[in-house]
């Protein structure tokens, strides 16, 4: 019993940490921000640009494979990156417009009608001393498509129907039709080295163990020197890659470490050095340190809560928008994020060329919700649940379990909602779970987010024929139908845009979802890292011109 | 005593066939897949689902064609592979197991040694105050609910004082075995502590009973020091019920305290069976079955053995 | 002995001499005017606070408890005047005065008994109603104990919310809305009546810049949780979760596992072999596994009410101890005269069994299921810890502490607390239940 008490006096004792109001000291974190990309960040001498010194990055989860056409996670495909480059990269630049390309593998390439005529760079050189040649980007697109591999990204190349050679460095990709986005497709797939993937067979590539034994033959600025199976491994950089002044760390150590708040114990005590998605809850202790840079952009994502549009009660979009209006986004975006993100009201992100930024989300006023339900017939009941027809307004608003944010997110929307009488019962599922629910139609409302592509398509999320697929929310409406159709595929920007711009406000007026928010990607780098820039693409893509100042290196 | 453990090892067989089928069954018969890992833009419906028959998950294949795959596997010795991880479920364990057996091993010889000593001095100091304090403070622990130890102890030696680190088996710079004793005690403790509650509660009462009986008396009466009674008499008698459960042990400590490694993120079998039955990874949640029924019946038979071995009244059947 | 000495629960005892039973009785009857003065306005509008079934609950709780008083008193005072003494040596009776006498198990029961009080008055003793998150919750959120936030109003914006406001130099109201980048500055004309109403009446106001600002203060004696319910709540309602699962669910392990055992000791051969090799199975399987995938079986079908759901499951594993108990007490008592007899008279089987050798294996039986209480109340607080027992919004106090896990870096109070309310009733379950183990253990008397 002593002990007890002593206990709960040490920990009265010890005040509130973290609580309220907590100031980001004088020199403390500085924050780059921007929206697609952070700026860029010059705080250096070019004179101090050096080479050498070690990295530490973590990954929340080992990478599930050294074949990036057997992975499937996320965070794998940003390592790939740096060992097997695209043939060309996407900027973060599509606020006016499609985002426009670099040059990597590819260093010249030609847009003519149905086909795009590629050339490898001449100094694209494997680790192994062999060239980089067309036979391997056919060989890798063979690969992409290949039933027994059964990438889940084949669908890029649906509409390639042909990699033809040319020569060692050209080649033509044919395209069974003309669309806007042939040179995205052109280049969304890694090429592998033919003369060390194929010596597998296709069919075999899913049960073999030694992937990681492969993965030392490259093309990009890093090579694997050494992998422990979800431990770490090191990267070091591949002399033969093309630039010959970059990569500039010499050593990048990816360590696993599974848990998102152990990683950022190690990066407040020096353990790693860079950390992605830090909790907007944990950015007040990020800018009490002086030595720590946070980068932050607008993430390309949107959280929403979806209706289901063939339920009896949702099926009116004046209900769907009386929902929006009664939900108080503010609160959710203020109180779970800290200002890390934004109210929104389009699926097509503020951040993309499509988006139609005059469109303000709906304010948050109860009173107009309940009138809005009281003209649809809708009564208040005994208990306060509105009422009609002698049914009650109640349902089930799904989310995926173990997610503290959406969580909260239902705890507060169902909250408002009872307000006005509405009754939201939360239900926490599996995420695979509800993505099965969700295809078949059996969830009334729930609570969810998509990342979104660069691609501006809203054909998988509210075409009618996606219903049954990724159209959750059973949207069938006919003009939007079209205006997808047209969109999609429209290659006049302006004329595009015009499409899109109506296809929000049709969104608008009909709200199948209801959006919560966009929020900010947050991650941060200590400061001895230089030159960093991170982006909505590829958050790694120019760590090879990362470096550490000679004097701080390790 | 041969064919008593033939005849239990020959059933044990029989049991683990049983809560296989039970688990696959199980898992295969609740909504859900092992592909929601599946989150990116550029993934078409098409596409997923080629991805997931290449799994064995397509729409012409059943749970019973699966529950054949798998079991023709198990026929090889393959204990399968994980969908949600892409890898081996042999070379999870491998990871996994000598995890988790570093915990468990560490709690249980705190649980036996806080334990016995703790119900030893209980007992022969019965009525007094240091019997009055122990058996309240060991009352306090064995109503705990385990998880609000694990998280008390974290809150107070990682979060308030810092003293501890809060999560994982080693920190990221892996600097040696300091390092990893320090990461290894709050988890420890957390399990120990309160089983060591529970055991010095059973030795108490056994070593009560066994003072009661009237050899002890006799060696009391022949003149024997106290000392002598108590060590070389009571004890030996008194830890025997507690020793042949150490058999029933054995399953603990290989399916570890689920709970206590998730809150400490410690990565051993624990969390992999939570991660498994939440993916829907039916390789992964049969095999974590396997060893726990197989530990089981491996620690009952020990403990029934053991039992025998040391009390010559018993017959084992 | 007068009407009044039993109609006012004490008077009689007092009168006659026994100060100590009258002053419980008291003791009781003061507790019951304390909550109906104190707690009066909420009473009269309880039917406007949360749910209806808790208010019926609470309203018949509060007149039935001092109706069951009145006939104890009369009952205890007819016992203690009337010359006869009951002589009763009945197993039940010894372990009983046993058990009075034990001042640990008394502890206990009363720990107990103030927990099923709290239970069932939950609508009029807690402050707040912990199904409505407030709607500033970045104000509300992980407040310490002790707490106040004071609810402005707004005649622009209707109610606002802060944890301190004071005037500023350009006379305007500053607004501590507890993270830097959420204060705000509301010009002074604005503030007065909010626009729509005071939600629930002001309790204070005070002098700023020459206005008189009316305001609401909202006190939180345990704090709040990471969306900003109070804790002390939270934890009232809480507790209707531990105290009648753990019972319930304990129940039906007790009937299955006493059906069981008792089928399985009387019949024999097959049946005993089946039963048995089944019951061997399910212990086999590792338990927390067994209730995970049983569990995630039914999360997945869509069940209405997830308190059925853990009951059931809870009930459904834990039985199979109990038919292990069960059965060797029947095997053993089966070959005991009075089994015999019954059969010679020609009682069928079932009769047998339910009717007499049931009841005589009640002791340990009973002992056992005491004891089991608190295991159950354990499980199931680790199960909504996991998130697979009762879901929020109902409070249980195991899905507090699974809130109080995120939030251990910035509110400790939301884990802790709820922790010491389980270990303070499992503590006592176990008190009693090892009183009454040691009450019915007859090598125990002395």
Known sequence: MNKAIILLALLAACGKEGQGGGAAGAGGAIEITGEMSTAAYRDFDPADVARGGRAILPLLSDVDSFNPYLSTSVDADEVHGLLWPLPLQERADYHKGPPSFAPRLVDRWEVKGKTIAMHIREDAVWSDGVPVTSKDVEFSARAAKDPDVAWPNSSILDQITRVEIVDDKNYLLHYSEEYPYMLMDSKDWRIIPSHVFGKIPFNRWKGYPDWDKVAHVVSGPYKVESYKHNEEFVLVPNDRYWDKELPRISRVVFRVINSQQTQFDALLSGGIDAMQAVKPKDVKRVKARSDLVLYTFLSRSYGYAGWNCEHWIFRDPEVRRAMTLAINRKNIVEALFYGYAQEAASPIISSMWACDRSIKPWPFDRAAAAKILAERGWTKGPDGVLVKDGKRFEFYISYNAGNEIREQIVQLARSDLREIGVLAKPRPLDSNVLSENLQKGEEEAWVWGWYVATKVDEKPTFHSSSIGGFNYCRWANPRIDQLIDTGRIEPDLEKARAIWKEFQAIFHREQPYTILYEPRSINVAHSRLKNVEMNSIDIYDNLPEWFIPKGLQK | MFAFVVRRLAWGVFIVFGVVTLTFVAVESVPGNPFSGLQSPKMTKEAIDRYKASWGYGPDKTGWDRYKIYMEYLAKGDLGRSVAQNRAVSSMLRDAIPNTLKLTIAALLLDLVLGVLLGVISALRQHTRTDNVLTGVSLFLYSMPGFWLSLMLALVFAVKLGWLPRYGIHSPEETGLLDYLQHLILPCVALGVAAAASTARFQRSALLEVIRMDYIRTARAKGLSERTVVWKHAMRNALLPTITLLGLYLPFLFSGAIITESIFGWPGMGQMTIKAITDRDVHVVTAVTIVGTTMVLIGSLVADILYAVVDPRVRLS | ?446
């Not at chain 3, 604005?190 to 109403?197: A, H, N, Q, V």
């Not at chain 3, 056992?368 to 919004?393: C, H, N, Q, Y």
């Open chain 3, 1 to 446: 002995m007068k009407a009044w000495d039993w109609l006012l629960p004490g008077l009689g005892h007092w009168r006659s001499g026994y100060r100590r039973e009258a002053r419980k009785y008291f003791v009781f009857l003061g507790m019951w005017l304390a909550i109906l003065i104190l707690r009066f306005d909420r009473i009269a509008s309880l039917y406007d606070f949360g749910g209806p079934t808790e208010s019926t609950i609470a309203l018949l709780f509060l007149a039935l408890w001092p109706l069951a008083w009145i006939l104890a008193a009369r009952r205890g005072l007819n016992n203690l005047l009337s010359a006869t003494r009951r002589e009763s040596l009945s197993q039940w009776r010894i372990a009983l005065g046993m058990m009075r006498r034990n001042a640990r198990c008394v502890l206990g029961l009363k720990l107990l008994g103030i927990a099923y009080l709290i239970a069932f008055l939950c609508p009029i003793l807690a402050p707040y109603d912990p199904s409505l998150t407030p709607p500033d919750t970045i104000v509300n959120k992980v407040a310490a104990p002790f707490t106040t936030i004071y609810v402005l109003g707004d005649t622009t914006r209707g109610e606002i919310y802060c944890r301190e406001f004071r005037l500023e130099e350009n006379g305007s109201l500053f607004l501590d809305r507890a993270e830097e980048f959420a204060h705000a500055r509301v010009p002074l004309e604005d503030l007065g009546e909010p626009l729509g109403g005071w939600k629930r009446p002001p309790t204070g106001s005070r002098d700023v810049g020459g206005r008189t600002l009316p305001y609401r203060a909202e006190f939180h004696l345990l704090g709040t949780d990471d969306v900003g319910i109070d804790l002390l709540s939270l934890l009232i309602y809480g507790s209707r979760i531990s105290l009648s699962i753990g019972f319930i669910a304990m129940f039906i392990a007790v009937v299955i596992g006493a059906l069981v055992g008792t089928a399985a000791g009387y019949a024999g051969k097959w049946t005993d072999f089946g039963l048995m090799r089944l019951t061997d199975i399910l212990m086999a399987f590792p338990r927390l596994l067994l209730l995970l995938l049983i569990y995630a079986a039914y999360a997945a079908a869509k069940m209405d009410t997830s308190i059925f759901l853990v009951v059931a499951v809870l009930g459904a594993t834990g039985w199979m101890g109990i038919a292990r108990l069960v059965r060797a007490q029947v095997l053993s008592l089966k070959e005991q005269d009075f089994t015999v007899a019954a059969r010679a008279l020609g009682f069928g089987h079932w009769r047998v069994m339910l009717r007499h050798l049931l009841p005589n294996s009640m002791a340990p039986l009973i002992v056992d299921s005491t004891l089991r209480v608190g295991d159950t109340i354990l499980t199931e607080a680790a199960l909504s810890f996991l998130g697979m027992g009762v879901r929020k919004p109902t409070p249980s106090w195991g899905n507090i502490v699974e809130g109080g896990a995120k939030v251990l870096n910035e509110a400790w109070w939301v884990a802790t607390l709820p922790g010491l309310a389980i270990v303070a009733v499992v503590v006592s379950f176990n008190l009693v239940g090892d009183a009454l183990r040691d009450a019915m253990d007859p090598k125990m008397r002395h």
